[in-house]
């Protein structure tokens, strides 16, 4: 799924402070592959990439997402959502 489509279900099944506290490990799990990314050779991918922030906001642009950026979004998502205590 699209950075768009994990944050309406999280903030559709967490409460409010569950939400904070899974964006912001979501935050910093995608910072450390933002790095990774651009270690290997693709700096385009950055944070605002995987987070779906900054001029990849809309939809339109994330729809363009490489499937190998859809899987590390995927991998962000649900490790950050593992850090939320009662999920």
């Not at 910072?31 to 990314?37: C, D």
């Not at 605002?48 to 979004?73: L, S």
Request: hydrophobic share 40%.
């Amino acid at each position: 799924m699209a950075p768009n489509d994990w944050k309406n279900l999280w903030k559709a099944v967490l409460t409010g402070g569950q939400y904070l506290g899974w964006k912001t490990a979501c935050q910093e799990i995608s910072t450390e592959v933002a790095h990774r990314n651009a270690t290997a050779g693709f700096p385009h991918r950055d944070v605002n990439m995987v987070m779906g922030e900054g001029n990849y906001i809309t939809v339109q642009a994330q729809i363009q997402y490489n499937p190998g950026v859809i899987a590390q979004i995927t991998s962000a998502a649900l490790k950050a959502w593992r850090t939320i205590p009662g999920t």
